[in-house]
Structures are given as C-alpha cells and as structure tokens.
C-alpha cells in the first residue's frame, strides 16, 4: 500500500517507478565504502540503481527512485525523502501532525522488513537443506559410479594380467619343453657314442685276443668277460637314462607346482 502510494506520484519528470533493494555494509564489493559513514551503503546502492534504471525509465517518462534500505535497518536518503513526502500527503488527508504520521509509515515499514527478514530466513533455510540433499545424492551417486568404474576397470586388468601370465607360462613351458628334448637327445647321443666306442674298442680286443690265443677256452672267456662288460655297461647306460627320466620327472612336478601357484597369486593380487 505504501509502495503504490508513492507511485502515484508524480514528479515534474514524470510517474514515479520505484526499485526497492536491500543492500548489506557487510558486502564486500561495497564494504570499503560502507564504512565512511552512516548510510553510505544505502547510497552507494542507489548511485549503482539509477546507473541500471535511468536510461530505461527516462526512455519511458518515468522518474526513478530506488528505495534501498540497510540489512541493519537504515533507509537511504532518497527512500526518507519520499516517505516525508508521503507523509506530507498523509498528514493532509489525515489531520494528523506530519511527524507522527512519518513515525507510523516508519514502524509499518519496519514491520514488513522484519517479516521480509523472517521469510528470507526460512527461504535460506530451505535452500541449504534442499542443498544438502541434493549434494548427498549427487556425492551417493558419484560413489556408485566410482565404484562401478573401479570394478569394471580393475577385472579388466585382472583379465589382461591372466592372459598374459597365461601366454607367458605356457611359452616357458615350450622352452623348456624343448630344451630338455634338446638335452636327452645329445645324453643319448654321447651314450651312444661312448657305447660304439667301446664296444669297437673290446671287440678290437677280443679279435687280437681270439687271433693270439686261437684256443676256444680262451675264446669262451674272452666272449663271456665280454657279455659281462657289455652288460654291465648296458646297465650302466639303463642307470644313466633312470636318472634323466627322474630328472625329469622332478622338473615336470616342480613346474605343476609353480606355475599354478604363480597364477593363484596373480589373480589375488587386487
């Protein structure tokens, strides 16, 4: 009522159009000014009013008056100057002495201020939980979204790390594989080397033997002792093969052993 009260006024440039503002001398783009003086937060906010309203109000033949008022109560001078000249009007119309009319505008105006401050506290309050709850979800989801990116990411490492200790072992394997065939078969090589070697060498002896002696005594023992020595270096041989078959054997149950425990472990690791 207050407000469309001023409105209808007019001054010599036109209808009123009044901006109200409320402004802070705590707010830190006007606080240097704020503290000069008494209501210079109020002013400064009304120079940066009719910066922002002028050329649009004087385009339409209105007269600007922003009505700023302090968050700790104080009006600004253009604000005063209209209610004095409201309740110039209202003192009129009323009989009412002009200061006591000026008393009851400003205890009405503080009034609704004080609803106003109330409203805006609860709007403040509404707004920081309706924040809260918005950043705890928003901070829920980025958590699941975490987790689930983690998840996807780390069993797809896990499955490239297996694969690989998979192709790596399994070429292990073949090498060794394949060394080993290379190693029994050049043992069997020299065994069958050192074997025609030396039954060249008894037989080289036993000829001479049979052909210096030409006894068939002498020639049965000669052929039994060499029975006896071909035999014992047949088991000799035999002996050597057990003991690379069980080499062997020991290599082939330590890499059953190993490998699977290397891949139990890789696949642990998290």
């Not at 940066?48 to 004087?58: A, F, G, L, Q, V």
């Not at 033997?209 to 052929?223: G, S």
Request: glycine letters at 2%.
């Amino acid at each position: 009522m207050i407000i469309h009260a001023l409105q209808t006024f007019c001054y010599p440039t036109g209808p009123l159009a009044n901006h109200i503002s409320v402004t802070s001398p705590l707010n830190p783009k006007i606080v240097s000014v704020a503290g000069l003086s008494a209501g210079a937060a109020a002013l400064s906010t009304e120079e940066r009013k009719h910066t922002e309203n002028d050329p649009k109000c004087n385009a339409l033949g209105w007269c600007c008056v922003p009505l700023v008022t302090e968050s700790y109560g104080a009006w600004g001078k253009e604000a005063m100057d209209s209610f004095k000249m409201l309740a110039s009007r209202l003192a009129i119309i009323s009989g009412k002495p002009k200061s006591v009319v000026l008393s009851e505008l400003y205890s009405r105006l503080n009034l609704h201020l004080e609803e106003v401050v109330v409203m805006l506290e609860v709007v403040v309050a509404i707004l920081e939980v309706v924040v809260q709850a918005i950043l705890e979800v928003v901070v829920a989801m980025l958590e699941v979204v975490v987790q689930a990116i983690l998840e996807v990411v780390v069993q797809a490492i896990l499955e490239v790390v297996v694969a690989m200790l998979e192709v790596v072992v399994v070429a292990i394997l073949e090498v060794v594989v394949a060394m080993l065939e290379v190693v029994v078969e050049a043992i069997l090589e020299v065994v069958v080397a050192m074997l025609e070697v030396v039954v060249l060498a008894i037989l080289e002896v036993v000829v001479l033997a049979i052909l210096e002696v030409v006894v068939l005594a002498i020639l049965e023992t000669v052929v039994q002792a060499f029975l006896k020595v071909v035999v014992a270096i047949l088991e000799v041989v035999v002996a050597i093969l057990e003991v690379v078959v069980a080499i062997l054997k020991v290599v082939v149950a330590i890499l059953e052993v190993v490998v699977p425990a290397m891949l139990e472990l890789v696949v642990e690791v998290p």
